[in-house]
């Protein structure tokens, strides 16, 4: 009988597959590697250089790194964390850019299907309602927030992609979360 596994243990299994191939020097497994990854990597820099051109070199940058440190890959965490972490890493050496972070809380990439044009128009004043208190929220926590809601990533690997230890990372979360629901009920409360 066949082994049952769960989602994320599916994806890990898939993802090291993948590694290993490419480091067998099977560049269709680097290529897929690299189409399942690709988005998450360029919204992510998106977030620190606010255009297209340069979140592209971004994401090339990031590739570059990973396909040359790929060997290091050890399989403990998921290929996404350590994905992550090399893209945290690259944004960070580039010190000039460190201080242009921007959350990418309008989260463009949501599909509209099916939505009436009311429900648009929700969506988006709900949108720039979310994008104007992240904006308020201190660097710090707008990063571990945006981490962990739009990029679905764990406590514990967020704190492993930023290395900032894993107390702090759930304090930051739990402080952003209260600032952003009282930003959230003053907007409500205007909006009225």
Request: aromatic share 12%; charged share 30%; with cysteine.
């Amino acid at each position: 009988m066949p082994v049952k596994h769960s989602g994320n243990e599916q994806i890990k299994l898939r993802d090291l597959t993948l590694v290993k191939a490419s480091l067998a020097g099977n560049t269709r497994a680097f290529a897929q590697l690299m189409r399942l990854y690709r988005q998450r990597v360029f919204i992510f820099g998106k977030s620190f250089f606010h255009n297209d051109a340069d979140a592209e070199d971004f994401v090339q940058d990031v590739f570059i790194k990973v396909y040359t440190h790929l060997s290091t890959f050890q399989g403990k965490s998921q290929f996404s964390t350590w994905l992550m972490k090399i893209a945290y890493t690259t944004v960070l050496n580039s010190v000039s850019r460190k201080k242009e972070y921007l959350p990418i809380s309008d989260e463009e990439n949501i599909a509209d299907f099916d939505m009436t044009p009311e429900e648009r128009q929700i969506r988006l004043v709900t949108q720039k309602a979310i994008h104007e208190a992240l904006m308020e929220l201190p660097e710090k926590y707008a990063l571990c927030i945006e981490l962990y809601f739009f990029y679905s990533i764990p406590y514990q690997e967020i704190s492993d992609i930023t290395e900032i230890p894993l107390n702090t990372i759930k304090s930051h979360i739990f402080r952003a979360k209260k600032i952003l629901r009282e930003k959230l009920e003053d907007f409500y409360e205007k909006s009225r």
